[in-house]
């Protein structure tokens, strides 16, 4: 499995560079690494669930892995779950 390390900052540049990054894994189960992660922006965000309705589209694994609390707080203060982001069952 590819594992993706998120940056620092999730905001609107990172979001677009996540894009391309995730293309290039796209057919392949994918772990994103969000250890790192201090900052989530909303299209950081909406970047993230677009990736998990297209791996769950083409019946491929995506899960966020070493979700930082900032993540974690991020998401949440942005109406969005882990549940949200990956195909696997996590919450």
């Known amino acids: 499995m590819h594992a993706l390390p998120l940056p620092g900052t999730l905001d609107r540049k990172a979001a677009s560079e996540l894009a391309r990054l995730l293309l290039e ?19 950081a965000l909406e970047t993230l669930i677009s990736a998990r309705n297209q791996w769950r589209a083409d019946g491929r694994t995506l899960t966020v892995i070493n ?25």
Do not use: H, K, Y
């Open 67 to 91: 979700p930082s609390p900032a993540f974690l707080a991020g998401i949440e203060g942005l109406g969005a779950s882990m549940r949200m982001l990956q195909t696997g069952g996590a919450t």
């Open 25 to 43: 894994c796209r057919g392949t189960d994918a772990a994103l690494d969000a250890a790192e992660v201090g900052r989530v922006s909303a299209p």
